[in-house]
């Protein structure tokens, strides 16, 4: 393995300050939505590590990660400073091992041979179970008709499963609140506490809908390269 490049401070400090004022405008955002109870995942998926870095200047701890291979450069450049991560992108069963010290929650979980892949590499771990909410089988996540023997396979093998995530639909707000709508239910029948749902474009109506979690990439980081 190659070494972790050095932190690149200058760029650390040009990124604090529009991070600063942009974390200040999503914290109103989402208390103007009545989410004071709601986190915010901040999504670092295609910046640098110094965006990271210019985060936990500002206090954040946790962020998001899509990628397993910048996640674990990200992990290792940061070593002992590295904060929590959750893997919110596609999982593909041969990355699990390669993330697996990295990762504290494990949002994108939508199969149950990924699932027993973490819990062959991860035991115990905490899991979200992602849940397809287009109409597109072609998009992420595990279909409601699925998801019942997911989320009881992934408890008896020993995973935390602490709730849902889903991908707002990118369709009209209407159709995109019933969506969250249903996950909001499907978590509360499965007895799951946690419900991450909402981004830049739709943080407002996944609080509206029972969020407690929205995962912002854009919004705190600007546009992704
Ligand atoms: C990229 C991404 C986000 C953040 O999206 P923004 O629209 O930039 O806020 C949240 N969740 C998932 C699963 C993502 O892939």
Not at 6 to 16: M, T, Y
Not at 71 to 88: M, N, Q, V, W, Y
């Amino acid at each position: 393995m190659s070494e972790p490049l050095p932190i690149d401070e200058e760029l650390v400090d040009r990124l604090a300050g529009p991070l600063g004022e942009r974390l200040e405008a999503v914290l109103d955002r989402i208390r103007a939505a009545g989410g004071d109870q709601v986190r915010l995942l901040p999504v670092s998926k295609a910046h640098p590590v110094e965006a990271v870095v210019a985060g936990q200047r500002h206090g954040l701890g946790v962020f998001g990660e899509n990628y397993a291979q910048e996640l674990s450069a990200k992990h290792a450049t940061l070593g002992a400073a590295a904060p929590e991560f959750h893997f919110i992108g596609q999982l593909q069963r041969n990355k699990v091992r390669q993330i697996a010290a990295a990762v504290t929650l494990w949002q994108s979980v939508d199969r149950i041979r990924v699932a027993d892949e973490i819990a062959k590499r991860a035991p115990d771990a905490r899991v979200l179970a992602q849940v397809n909410l287009a109409d597109d089988p072609g998009k992420a996540g595990c279909n409601f008709e699925d998801l019942p023997e997911l989320v009881d396979h992934m408890q008896s093998i020993g995973l935390q499963v602490e709730g849902l995530m889903g991908v707002g639909t990118a369709a009209d707000d209407q159709a995109t609140a019933a969506a969250f709508r249903r996950l909001r239910a499907q978590a509360d029948t499965l007895g799951l506490v946690e419900c991450s749902m909402g981004m830049t474009a739709d943080l407002e109506l996944a609080i509206n809908e029972g969020s407690t979690m929205v995962r912002i990439g854009t919004a705190l980081f600007g546009a992704r390269q």
